[in-house]
C-alpha cells in the first residue's frame, strides 16, 4: 500500500481549483506515520519545480545532513518519501516497482457514489495482491474531477461533533490505523 500526499488541483473554501504549498509538518508527520505503519511508500506530488527544492532540500536535511546523524528514526522514516510533478507520474513509478496494476482510493471529508468502508478496504489489502494508492488532499480536499476518476472513497471520518476539518496529517494517521493497524475495534 501506498499513500500520495495531493497539493494540485485542491480546493480553496470558495471551491475554486487551486495549487496549495508544501508544508514541514506534514513531511515529517505522514513520513513517520507511513514508516510507523509499514506503507511501501508515501508520494508527495506537486506541480511546481521551486516545492520540489524546497522537498528536496528537507529530505537531504534528514537524509545525508546532520538531522540524519541526530535523528536516525527520521532518516529513516524519509527514506520512504518520493516527489511527482503529477498523481500519473506517481501511479506509473509504482506500476514500474510492483508490476501491478495501481487501484487509487481517494479520501474526502464527505460520502460519494463509489464510497468504501474502511473495514472493506482492509480485507482487500490483506487479500487482493494489487497496488493501492490512498490520495490525500490538502487545502479544502480534492477537486470533484479528481475524486471521481478514483477507484473508491474511503467513507469520511466521522467526528462527534458538527466540527469536521481535519489536518491532513491527523487524517493520514487515523486513516492509516484503519487500515493497517491492531483489530482492537473489529
Not at 140 to 162: F, N, T, Y
Request: a negative charge.
Amino acid at each position: 500500500m501506498y499513500i500520495a500526499l495531493l497539493h494540485y488541483p485542491m480546493r480553496n473554501k470558495n471551491g475554486d481549483a487551486i495549487t496549495t504549498s508544501v508544508t514541514n509538518l506534514d513531511l515529517h508527520d505522514i513520513a513517520r506515520a507511513a514508516r510507523t505503519y509499514d506503507v511501501d511508500g508515501f508520494w508527495v506530488v506537486h506541480p511546481a519545480a521551486k516545492q520540489h527544492a524546497l522537498i528536496k532540500e528537507i529530505v537531504r536535511y534528514w537524509q545525508e545532513g546532520y538531522g540524519g546523524s541526530y535523528n536516525p528514526d527520521r532518516r529513516e522514516a524519509f527514506a520512504r518519501l518520493h516527489i511527482a510533478y503529477t498523481l500519473e507520474e506517481a501511479i506509473a513509478s509504482i506500476q514500474a516497482q510492483t508490476g501491478r496494476t495501481v487501484l487509487t482510493v481517494a479520501t474526502d471529508a464527505f460520502p460519494h457514489a463509489k464510497t468504501m468502508r474502511c473495514l472493506d478496504l482492509r480485507h482487500r489489502l490483506q487479500e487482493d495482491p494489487q497496488a493501492y494508492l490512498i490520495l490525500f488532499g490538502t487545502g479544502w480536499g480534492m477537486q470533484a474531477e479528481s475524486l471521481a476518476a478514483c477507484d473508491w472513497v474511503l467513507e469520511p471520518i466521522q467526528a462527534v461533533s458538527d466540527y469536521n476539518h481535519l489536518s491532513v496529517r491527523s487524517a493520514v494517521s487515523i486513516f492509516l490505523d484503519r487500515l493497517l493497524g491492531e483489530d482492537w475495534f473489529i
